[in-house]
């Protein structure tokens, strides 16, 4: 599983026109889901994400997470996070988990955030969205479960 995640001061995502989540401060998490990922390593990246100390404190010190701020969270999931670009000059696909395990992962994870962030907007699962966001410091990490959760 991998977290791109970006600290925001305001962003929204859309469907077809129509605005599906939005979030004032606090994070755009695009959520890729691979082929192996089990529900244990989506509450894992879940819990991680949430403890991320990636916002400032008074002392303009990487210290305090998303509870400590009040931030929100814009919920996107995104199958291209696991694009092979080994060969050739077109991407595949072929290590991006299926719809079916994908979307239930992503629903887990939304539903976990739900649990403890009032403020949680979402993209439409399989959709052709537009993603608008202010990019904060710029300040953008990765989570790859490959790497973190070993």
């Known amino acids: 599983m991998r977290f791109v995640i970006q600290r925001t001061t305001g962003a929204q995502v859309s469907v077809d026109g129509e605005v599906t989540g939005r979030v004032g401060k606090g994070l755009v998490v695009l959520i890729g889901v691979s082929a ?67 979307n239930a992962l992503y629903e887990r994870i939304i539903a976990r955030c739900r649990e403890t962030v009032p403020e949680v907007g979402r993209g439409v699962f399989g959709a052709e969205m537009k993603v608008e966001l202010v990019n904060d410091g710029p300040f953008t990490v990765i989570l790859d479960s490959e790497e973190i959760l070993k």
Request: proline share 3%.
């Open 36 to 102: 192996t990922d089990t529900e244990e390593i989506a509450d894992r990246m879940t819990d991680k994400m949430l403890k991320l100390r990636i916002f400032e404190d008074e002392n303009g010190k990487t210290n305090l997470d998303l509870a400590k701020v009040g931030g929100g969270l814009l919920l996107i999931s995104q199958f291209t996070l696991y694009a092979d670009c080994r060969h050739g000059n077109r991407p595949g696909f072929t290590n991006a988990g299926g719809p079916e395990l994908a």
